[in-house]
T-cell receptor, first 111, second 109 residues
Framework: SQTIHQWPATLVQPVGSPLSLECTVEGTSNPNLYWYRQAAGRGLQLLFYSVGIGQISSEVPQNLSASRPQDRQFILSSKKLLLSDSGFYLC??????????FGSGTRLTVV | GQNIDQPTEMTATEGAIVQINCTYQTSGFNGLFWYQQHAGEAPTFLSYNVLDGLEEKGRFSSFLSRSKGYSYLLLKELQMKDSASYLCAVSPGNTPLVFGKGTRLSVIA
């Protein structure tokens, strides 16, 4: 069966520090991968998605970036965090245009 | 453009039935999904509709009318654990799912 792993679960980082969140999927090949952010009490905001190795589509211009170095690995990064980067970050995967399975999420607080 | 509307909040009584509506306008349509999200947790899949009609799964049912751009999620025999946000999402086709902002359901005794 397919599983998705996302870490860390919580993170407190100072403004201006770098960020790296990792997501891996097991049990499937060539998944579509997604990064979402959810501000407190708000909806899901799509940040990046990828349909293959090295392919990244950016939905929202900001100081975040994403990379897909391996088929089942998706990384969200920032060189310098802003206060506004605080939120709940969710990784998800799908097979084609079918529904998503989400990772357990990372709660990021920038202080 | 892509747009999905659903009520922001709803309150219902334990043991009752509640219907959460969702209307959508998207560039294409390849199915509608409902997700449940408890506070502080990731969304989990509830249902998928691609054809018109009602899909029933235990206490939860989901309805779709493609001509009206309308869906609802029906929760029967409400329990306290059903207190959560319910997200409506549409697949336009070859692009990522479009999510609504979610409906926060509070179940009271």
């Amino acid at each position: 069966s397919q599983t998705i792993h996302q870490w860390p679960a919580t993170l407190v980082q100072p403004v201006g520090s770098p960020l790296s969140l990792e997501c891996t999927v097991e049990g499937t090949s060539n998944p579509n991968l997604y990064w979402y952010r959810q501000a407190a009490g708000r909806g899901l905001q799509l940040l990046f998605y990828s349909v293959g190795i090295g392919q990244i589509s950016s939905e929202v211009p900001q100081n975040l970036s994403a990379s897909r170095p391996q088929d089942r690995q998706f990384i969200l990064s920032s060189k310098k965090l802003l206060l506004s980067d605080s939120g709940f970050y969710l990784c998800a995967w799908s097979a084609g245009s079918y529904g998503y399975t989400f990772g357990s999420g990372t709660r990021l607080t920038v202080v | 453009g892509q747009n999905i509307d659903q009520p922001t909040e709803m309150t219902a009584t334990e043991g009752a039935i509640v219907q959460i509506n969702c209307t959508y306008q998207t560039s294409g349509f390849n199915g509608l999904f409902w997700y449940q999200q408890h506070a502080g947790e990731a969304p989990t899949f509830l249902s998928y509709n691609v054809l018109d009609g009602l899909e029933e799964k235990g206490r939860f049912s989901s309805f779709l009318s493609r001509s009206k751009g309308y869906s609802y999620l029906l929760l029967k025999e409400l329990q306290m654990k059903d207190s959560a946000s319910y997200l409506c999402a549409v697949s336009p086709g070859n692009t990522p799912l479009v999510f609504g902002k979610g409906t926060r359901l509070s179940v009271i005794a």
